[in-house]
């Protein structure tokens, strides 16, 4: 009996030092101290192997263990109703969470709009690598190794020998369209691309552009106007002029800029115009017959044209923002606005 006292005793201190923390420690000790095959029991079971005169003291240690064993799991009772208690009170009719619905970034906005413009005219998609060799960027394109208007191209080498480059155009695009050789060619090329800029406003390292190209026979300056003037009165509407410039690019001759009436003053001069009363839209013109003969295609049967926009400005046009930097900063203030835009 001496020895199952000590063992009782051990007991005692192993309940003194007992903290459940859940619901699920505290059923544990229930069932080592309290439940059918637990300790409890099994020393009551204990009390007939005792001597009589043993019997009452023996009897008496035991009570006290058991009202220990029990006061303790009373104590910490709160933890399993405090669990079921939790369940009980859920409000299933409360409304759940909502789900947050995202928002098209304005730049996916303007270039999907541009797309389908053009798809109406039978322009189909085009598109190739962002990492481009001096081929398909520069060379092809009559911008030779040493050409100056490579300087305002400036871009991020990935090996200078043999070039690899990120494309500064998606006029890459293009020039892989043309080798291919399957004419007539009426595509559109959507993309990304790179330039070695300084980021600011007005600037930044990468942006987006949309290029068309059309060549087939006979294609001339007037049906390049044409595709331009539908193209910027459906995506800008119908109040505004339009203007060509002329201009140089070393891959179109003739080259020109078209230009729109400012579409914030209405072309009586603001900070967006420059107090001009004008915004460049694009850069356009005839495909240079030695770009056509560079890409295998016959320069004296084939023409064609070519033009070039930048999806940012188009979206800071159309939607009048004016630092190009907020497109990239993924600033939800700022995204959110274009909630209802599709
Ligand atoms: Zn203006």
């Known amino acids: 009996m001496e020895q199952i006292v000590q063992q009782i005793e051990a007991y005692k201190q192993e309940i003194a030092a007992f903290q459940p923390k859940t619901a699920e420690e505290l059923e544990q000790y229930r069932i080592k101290f309290l439940g059918t095959k637990g300790l409890v029991k099994a020393l009551f079971g204990e009390m007939k192997s005792v001597p009589n005169e043993q019997k009452k003291e023996f009897g008496q240690v035991l009570n006290s263990f058991k009202l220990l064993a029990e006061g303790r799991y009373e104590e910490f009772e709160h933890l399993k109703n405090g669990a079921a208690d939790a369940s009980a009170h859920q409000d299933l009719t409360l409304p759940g969470e909502p789900h947050r619905l995202g928002t098209r970034h304005p730049i996916s906005i303007v270039r999907n709009k541009a ?56 006029s890459s695009v293009q020039v892989r369209v043309m080798e291919e050789g399957k004419l007539p060619i009426r595509i559109i090329c959507p993309g990304r691309v790179y330039r070695n800029e300084t980021i600011s406003a007005r600037a930044h390292c990468f942006f987006h552009q949309i290029e068309g190209l059309y060549i087939a026979e006979n294609v001339s300056f ?121």
Not at 118 to 142: K, M, Q, V
């Open 115 to 170: 797309i389908r413009i053009f798809e109406r005219l039978g322009f189909t998609i085009a598109e190739g690598p962002e990492i481009e060799n001096d081929w398909h960027n520069f060379t092809a394109l009559n911008l030779d190794e040493n050409h100056p208007a490579r300087d305002m191209q400036d871009t991020f080498y990935v090996h200078n020998n043999p070039d690899w480059l990120l494309r500064t155009h998606t």
């Open 222 to 342: 007037a049906d390049l106007k044409q595709t331009l003037y539908y193209f910027v009165q459906e995506f800008f509407g119908e109040n505004f002029k339009v203007r060509f410039r002329p201009s140089f690019f070393p891959f179109t001759e003739p080259s020109a800029e078209m230009d729109i009436s400012c579409l914030i003053c209405g072309g009586e001069g603001c900070n967006v115009c420059k107090h001009t009363g004008w915004v460049e839209i694009l850069g356009c013109g005839m495909v240079h017959p030695q770009v056509l003969e560079n890409c295998g295609i016959d320069s004296k049967k084939y023409t064609g044209f070519a033009f070039g926009m930048g999806i940012e400005r188009l979206t800071m046009l159309k939607y009048q923002i004016k630092d190009l930097r907020l497109f990239s900063e993924n600033d939800l203030r700022f995204l959110k606005q274009f909630q209802g835009a599709v």
